[in-house]
């Protein structure tokens, strides 16, 4: 991604306050009280939704959505974690992923349903069943992991995004993290221009509603 180096949108944003702060005073000065009301009131109409955090992606998992009935429960724990991750979320993901394949193997040396590397499964294993076990082989176990990886990713992104040194949706910065590693992400200032990152975050996007039970948004 192209862009303003870190922190570089953070100073941009002081100098626009800084003008209007001077424009707003001249405004004032020359009497113009309302017309520089209005003004204020436009820019804060407009800054506020974009500072506030937009809803998750997702939601609760709908009774019909395709997923294998072992790994619901599963997948509604790990989607509960952490505000942004939701379990919907974690389907898109499994099912581009491995198809919710349990023993699958990619070329790159990614394992389980939720093809973690073996590297990064040493620092996020978990035994999510309890059985004394942490296994990237267990469903319970590695969706588990899923989930509390997205949740580090979508915390790095947005404390990233409140210190200017990344911009987007949080969401699809976990998602372009999980894949790339956020090392990447931080990098380009967003998500890397990198084909199957971008390839990546889009299909989970675009799958994601297909699991979400709208009744409960």
Not at 16 to 41: I, K, N, P, S
Not at 46 to 73: H, K, S
């Amino acid at each position: 991604m192209t862009g303003l180096p870190h922190g570089g949108w953070t100073v941009v944003a002081l100098a626009a306050g800084l003008l209007l702060a001077l424009w707003l005073r001249r405004l004032v000065a020359a009497g113009l009280l309302a017309a520089a009301l209005a003004v204020a009131l436009a820019v804060v109409a407009g800054l506020v939704p974009a500072l506030l955090p937009g809803p998750p992606a997702g939601g609760p998992l709908a009774p019909g959505a395709p997923v294998p009935a072992a790994y619901r429960p599963w997948i509604t724990r790990a989607g509960s974690l952490c505000p942004e991750i939701t379990p919907a979320l974690l389907a898109a993901q499994l099912s581009q992923e491995s198809g919710f394949n349990p023993r699958a193997v990619s070329v790159a040396g990614a394992q389980g349903i939720a093809q973690f590397m073996p590297s990064t499964w040493r620092t996020w294993a978990t035994d999510g069943d309890g059985d004394g076990v942490a296994s990237v082989w267990n469903p319970a176990d590695a969706i588990t992991a899923q989930g509390r990886f997205m949740c580090h990713l979508a915390a790095a992104a947005r404390e990233q995004q409140a210190a200017g040194r990344v911009r987007g949706d949080v969401t699809a910065l976990a998602l372009a993290g999980y894949n790339a590693g956020f090392a990447r992400v931080q990098g380009a200032g967003g998500i890397p221009a990198i084909a199957e990152t971008r390839a990546y975050v889009s299909r989970i996007t675009a799958l994601t509603p297909s699991y979400t039970d709208p009744a409960r948004l």
